[in-house]
């Protein structure tokens, strides 16, 4: 597959990165030298030093034989136009990354459709998402729900009234038990477990299971004493904190703390229809978050552009007594930090970005997938075809590559654990975990 990527920043490198696994053949442009000598050295690819809207510089670059064309530059009105002259010129398919809400109005999209825009990437949209996904439930560091929560996978911070520490998996995740564990991080090393594995203390532990046995989850890893999420505390007005609470449940009391008091304003007009409250501080003031009623909050959530910031802010809220934490950290190098600092939830919406665009260059049936950034794995929802691979012999004799798993499966709308003797038929959902392995050798068993 010929894909071109213009812009070398945060979302276009972190694309690179995952599509540069798959051995493509990619080409990036950016007018910037520096930022495509950084991207140039770390990854395979081809770099093009030239301006994004240079129609001459898409012709060198191949634009009539590609088959994805990505534009993700800062400039929403760049990629836009850039994805109508890359269709223009042959792309076959165009991806724009944009930063207004008003173009994912569906009768909006269809009309950019038409022009040559086939997909939108609004990474504010789906950072909110994340966001909402991870204040569910105050024990758990992220969730991520398939088919309606017909299977829901868990992230969970292990610790000191855990149950199932220190056994082998084997014993604790059989045919008949509710749950398995997919993936484990453990200090900077990320573990697809086999039966020999055990869980250990301060582990980060992903369990897949089907809704009803998330109670059951919660008592065995000891979490039963956290409360729910009821009242929110986010610190930062821009666009993610505004598309979040949008999308957030009705019974969630929230309380928005920005500093500029122009945003203010303008965040009670884009909120109005909410009961959302806006408060012109600083969402570090100790005296400030007191009075607000931090210590009946349970969960605080920094969504400033500033990374240090929002690190700061959260561990603040963690000594005031807040159990569920939220940082949006967009710089990758800081998120090893954050994470050893116990923050909790960390989100990176250009990773999110990246990983959905990655989505729509596999060959095979793929409803989803995520980049867990915390665990370095990847996580993505299969739809095998008719006498594909993966549905001719059970899992345990498919010679599933080392650093795969399945964790799951939905089929006629019912989720389902998958052991070794599991069966998949074609049409199923099948929930794939991978780390360190390309994923077009994942493909290649449901197509």
């Known amino acids: 597959m010929k894909i071109i990527i213009t812009g070398a920043y945060a979302i276009g490198t972190h694309l690179a990165r995952l599509l540069s696994r798959n051995h493509e053949d990619i080409t990036i442009i950016d007018k910037d030298p520096e930022r495509l000598a950084q991207i140039g050295s770390d990854y395979d690819l081809l770099t093009m030093e030239a301006s994004p809207e240079s129609i001459r510089a898409l012709k060198e670059a191949g634009i009539a034989h590609t088959d994805l064309y990505i534009a993700v530059t800062p400039d929403q009105s760049v990629n836009m136009n850039n994805c109508i002259l890359a269709k223009a010129l042959g792309a076959k398919k165009t991806v724009a990354r944009i930063d207004n809400s008003e173009y994912k109005a569906p009768e909006t999209e269809e009309f950019i459709n038409r022009l040559g825009v086939d997909s ?69 090393e990320t573990i697809i477990p086999g039966g020999n594995d055990e869980l250990k203390l301060y582990d980060l532990a992903y369990f ?17 004493h956290y409360v729910d999420v009821k009242n929110v505390m986010i610190m930062g007005g821009g666009k993610t904190a505004v598309n979040a609470v949008r999308i957030m449940p009705k019974y969630m009391d929230v309380k928005i703390i920005e500093q500029n008091a122009d945003r203010c304003d303008r965040l009670n007009e884009l909120l109005e229809d ?50 569920k934490t939220v940082a949006m950290v967009e710089n990758i190098d800081y998120v090893s930090m954050a994470e050893s600092l116990d923050i909790g939830t960390i989100i990176n919406k250009k990773a999110i970005a990246a990983s959905r665009i990655y989505q729509m260059m596999l060959d095979a049936d793929v409803m989803n997938v995520t980049f867990l950034m915390s665990a370095n794995a990847d996580v993505a929802e299969f739809i095998p075809k008719e006498d594909s691979k993966i549905t001719r012999k059970p899992v345990k004799d498919l010679g599933l590559p080392q650093g795969m798993t399945i964790g799951g499966l939905v089929r006629d709308g019912e989720g389902m654990l998958v052991s070794g003797n599991t069966q998949i038929q074609a049409g199923d959902s099948v929930m794939v975990f991978c780390h360190s392995i390309n994923m077009k050798k994942i493909e290649k068993f449901f197509i």
């Open 274 to 323: 909410s009961d959302t409250l806006v408060i012109n501080g600083d969402g570090r003031d100790i005296a400030l978050l007191t009075e607000e009623g931090i210590n009946n909050t349970q969960a605080f959530v920094a969504l400033t552009g500033n990374a240090e910031t929002n690190i700061l802010a959260c561990l603040t809220a963690k000594r005031l007594g807040v159990r």
């Open 208 to 224: 897949m299971t089907t809704r009803q046995y998330i109670p059951y989850i919660r008592k065995i890893v000891g979490k039963e």
């Open 120 to 188: 939108l990437i609004y990474p504010e949209a789906l950072a909110a998402k994340d966001i909402n996904s991870g204040l569910k439930m105050s024990w758990v560091r992220q969730r991520w729900d398939v088919h309606n929560g017909a299977l829901v996978m868990l992230g969970i911070k292990l610790r000191e009234g855990c149950e199932i520490l220190n056994q082998p998996l084997r014993t604790l995740c059989g045919p008949q038990d509710p749950y398995h564990v997919v993936a484990i991080k453990r200090g900077g």
